[in-house]
T-cell receptor, first 113, second 114 residues
Framework: DQQVKQNSPSLSVQEGRISILNCDYT??????FLWYKKYPAEGPTFLIS?????DKNEDGRFTVFLNKSAKHLSLHIVPSQPGDSAVYFC????????????FGKGTLLTVNP | GAGVSQTPSNKVTEKGKYVELRCDPI?????LYWYRQSLGQGPEFLIY????????DSGLPNDRFFAVRPEGSVSTLKIQRTERGDSAVYLC????????????FGEGSRLTVL
């Protein structure tokens, strides 16, 4: 069973607009959440994280929102740029074991010029 | 380069054969991880090393899979009696031992079992 779900396989956005990528989780033990970005033929790269004690974390154009009651998190990219086109993976961990990440299937973001 | 290096980048083998995949972590990183990404899926945890020892091998799917890191740097993932279902991209990652979840991944080794 998928404990981390990214229900949108793909998303297309115009350059300069906001990209919103969504992620749901089922395991209530998850207390740390991360987003990774992956370009073709490269390994995933860490983007941003959030602890369950927070509901928002911001880093430049990237903001992650966490809604614990809904078991939902989202990644906002504003403004979107063509170089943001990649697969975005949501990941989660539990109990301080932040090496043991459970990943979603990913969402392919395409930012059109 | 300064990143995680994995060899081979591609490996094609026949069912039943033995395979070794190598990972050179970033210099100074004490923690090393192996993940596996099957087609259409996200990466899946296999094993975590802190130094030379396997701190958590709970993700290894069965006893055909084994990994070592004898000197606390380079690691080798070994797969015996390969099966078609083992076909995947095997990702290695490393980090400083802070357990932040910020892993530095290599490009992966794509294994195809015919």
């Amino acid at each position: 069973d998928q404990q981390v779900k990214q229900n949108s396989p793909s998303l297309s956005v115009q350059e300069g607009r906001i990209s919103i990528l969504n992620c749901d989780y089922t395991n209530s033990m998850f207390d740390y959440f991360l987003w990774y970005k992956k370009y073709p033929a490269e390994g995933p790269t860490f983007l941003i994280s959030i602890s369950s004690i927070k509901d928002k974390n911001e880093d430049g154009r990237f903001t992650v929102f966490l809604n614990k009651s809904a078991k939902h998190l989202s990644l906002h990219i504003v403004p979107s740029q063509p170089g943001d086109s990649a697969v975005y993976f949501c990941a989660a961990s539990a109990g301080g074991s932040n090496y043991k990440l459970t990943f979603g299937k990913g969402t392919l973001l395409t930012v059109n010029p | 380069g300064a990143g995680v290096s994995q060899t081979p980048s591609n490996k094609v083998t026949e069912k039943g054969k033995y395979v070794e995949l190598r990972c050179d972590p970033i210099s100074g990183h004490t923690a090393l991880y192996w993940y596996r990404q099957s087609l259409g899926q996200g990466p899946e945890f296999l094993i975590y090393f802190q130094g030379t020892g396997a701190a958590d091998d709970s993700g290894l799917p069965n006893d055909r899979f084994f990994a070592v890191r004898p000197e606390g740097s380079v690691s080798t993932l070994k797969i015996q009696r390969t099966e078609r279902g083992d076909s995947a991209v095997y990702l290695c990652a490393s980090s400083f031992g802070q357990n932040t979840g910020e892993l530095f991944f290599g490009e992966g080794s794509r294994l195809t079992v015919l």
